[in-house]
């Protein structure tokens, strides 16, 4: 069983930025990957960014050069910087840790980007 909580999501200006924080239960080290997935009002989800237990990362199109994800194992944290944030990037962003053959979801945190 792994829990994941996230936090750091909030009201920002456009051009802001914003850190979100996802806190595993247990040694990230021991999950094959922990990622950041985001779900606007009458979309789709969609994978933001990836980080696998070899350090691989992957990022949606969409957020390449704005956002970046990283993982401090010491602190079992995954970390998922935002800048240049935009209002299309308004959307509940939730962390997932993959320990197969489950995913493990965290609550959602809301982020909203104002014009």
């Known amino acids: 069983q792994v829990q994941v909580v996230e936090s750091g999501g909030g009201l920002v200006q456009a051009g802001g930025s914003l850190r979100l924080s996802c806190a595993a239960s247990?040694?990230?080290?021991?999950?094959?990957?922990m990622g950041w997935h985001r779900q606007a009002p009458g979309k789709q989800r969609e994978l933001v960014a990836s980080?696998?237990?070899?350090?691989?990362?992957n990022y949606a199109d969409s957020v390449k050069g704005r956002f970046t994800i990283s993982a401090d194992n010491a602190k079992n944290t995954v970390y998922l910087q935002m800048n240049s944030l935009q209002p299309e990037d308004t959307a509940v962003y939730y962390c997932?840790?993959?320990?197969?053959?489950?995913?493990?979801w965290g609550q959602g945190t809301q982020v909203t980007v104002s014009s």
């Open positions: 997932a840790a993959r320990f197969v053959p489950r995913t493990y």
């Open positions: 247990r040694s990230i080290t021991s999950i094959n990957a």
């Open positions: 980080i696998t237990r070899g350090g691989g990362t």
